[in-house]
């Protein structure tokens, strides 16, 4: 009995050990087939179909369009006036005949000048405003797809380590059976595949909330079929934090949108203060005497004077300054958010770096080979079961963690490139002066690696 338990032992430890090598390719076989009629998520066709077809962006750009019409408009003098009328005065000899002619209302010099620079700035404000909204919905479609990526990675992940499970709960009946094993030990490898079951479950349901959420992204029915992302290869970040952080200076739209308002504050300012001057209002009439057939003409000078002045333009000026006021401290608020925010993600990208040479290099190797250890010594009766479960799900766990602190690290990147108002490039420019334009936004380089 001994030596028939001793071979079969030997069987099943031969069997989980090729079954645990070859498990990775089984794994994505698996899922690759439950996949297959989903296809490939490219993450550069997300962004250029989220671009043409995001109903925020595309509101976001009229909203810019529709300001950069109002400049032109603020320009130009007030509509002239067309007036006609009659006269009759009576005299000795009566006046009486049509009048005609035209009016036109004259602000001070310098006025319509003043109000197409407030309205200038106001539509480069909201330009920014626009790719601000463009790059936070890119970066929000990447973390998306990025955590979507992770999810597909650990169905993949617990999917073969519930065949290892069953593995598990065949080896312990069968130990079991010939009295080398404790009944629990049956149940506890159960315990372990109900377990995994629950998780796949909170997997899937994972999977498909943020399937509806990339679709409305792009855009599409949130109940609508996704395929499954592609292979992301992390890229090491090289960029130093004081680059990232004048970079975010530089270029931010979220930061050069403050600035343009307290231009815009600035402008209003002196606005305000030419209100104080008066509007003119000249006039030019025909006249023509029906009774002696004589032609005349009238000219007037209008003069708008600023008599309410201590209620209108002085309260003017102090709201005009008080909005500015309020801009300038916005845009220090602003800047203080946007460094910390850097920051942050600077240094959870710096953490995720690390911890996946970690976890490659140490690990995981480490726990792959503790637990073909604890399947030889199960196989032999030399581990108990608990130790041999606890190798398995450490060697998961771990397995996770990696994917997790690659995903983190791509998603650090995606918003550090929302933030510095682009994507993060060694070689190459911005466009001057176009502080938060896009570069393209599907790609990022560093090191000259290009990357989704």
Partial sequence: MNLLFHQLSGKLCNILTASFLGLASLGMNVTSLAMADEGQLSLSTLIEELAARSPEIKAARERWEAAQAVVPQVQTLPDPRLQIGYQRMPMREPLQGTMYGIGQEIPFP???????????????????????????????????????HFIHDAIEIVERNKILLMQFEKTAKSRYAVGQAAQQDV????????????????????????????NRL???????????????????????????????????????????????GEQAVALARREYYPDFDVSALGLHN????????????????????TTKQRQAVKQALAETTEARES????????????????????????????????????????????QSGYGVGKVDFLTLLNSLLTLQESELELHGEMVAHEKALARLEEVTGGPLSISGSFPPGGGGRMLGGAERTTEGALHP
């Fill in 110 to 148: 310098g006025k319509l000048r003043l109000k197409g620079e407030v309205a200038q700035r106001e539509a480069d404000r909201i330009e920014q405003e626009y790719l601000a909204v463009r790059l936070r919905l890119i970066a929000r479609l990447k973390e998306a797809y990025f955590d979507l």
């Fill in 187 to 214: 149940f506890r490898a159960q315990v372990e595949i109900s377990r995994v079951l629950d998780r796949l479950a909170v997997l899937d349901q994972q999977k498909e909330s943020l399937h509806a959420a990339i």
């Fill in 218 to 264: 792009l855009n599409r029915p949130p109940a609508g079929p996704l395929g499954s992302p592609e292979e992301i290869q992390m890229t090491m970040l090289t960029l130093p934090l004081p680059e990232l952080s004048q970079r975010a200076e530089d270029f931010s739209p979220i930061l050069q949108s403050s600035a343009k308002g307290v231009e815009r």
């Fill in 290 to 309: 029906d009774r002696m057939n004589e032609h005349g003409f009238q000219v007037m000078l209008g003069i708008r004077l600023p008599l309410y002045y």
């Fill in 331 to 374: 845009l220090t608020n602003t800047r203080q958010d946007l460094l910390f925010r850097v920051k942050n993600d600077f240094v959870q990208a710096q953490r995720a770096e690390r911890l996946v040479t970690i976890l490659r290099d140490a690990i995981i190797p480490q726990a792959i080979l503790a637990l073909r250890a604890s």
